[in-house]
């Protein structure tokens, strides 16, 4: 459902989706980067690089390839060598 909600813009289902997949299960990396992209749709940054960051904490397997960004905190690339 979290790829559908945010596949269809519905930021805030895909949130609440993101978050339910990390309560559910706190080392399933793809629900942080999820939610790090839905954060990133709604123009909120900051909160997108902090959960990018807690997904490099959480990610005990190293799935998880470096993130970048540029110096004013903009996302551009976040993905996992984890298969769709």
């Known amino acids: 459902m979290l790829m559908?909600?945010?596949?269809?813009?519905?930021?805030?289902?895909?949130?609440?989706?993101?978050?339910?997949?990390?309560?559910?299960?706190?080392?399933?990396?793809?629900?942080?980067i999820r939610k790090a992209l839905?954060?990133?749709?709604?123009?909120?940054?900051?909160?997108a690089m902090e959960t990018l960051q807690k997904a490099t904490e959480a990610d005990v397997n190293k799935q998880v390839s470096p993130v970048c960004s540029r110096k004013d905190g903009i996302l551009i690339k976040a993905h996992s060598r984890i298969g769709e």
């Open 38 to 47: 839905v954060q990133q749709g709604m123009k909120d940054n900051t909160a």
């Open 4 to 32: 559908i909600s945010t596949k269809l813009l519905a930021f805030p289902e895909a949130l609440k989706d993101a978050e339910a997949a990390i309560k559910i299960d706190p080392t399933f990396i793809k629900a942080y």
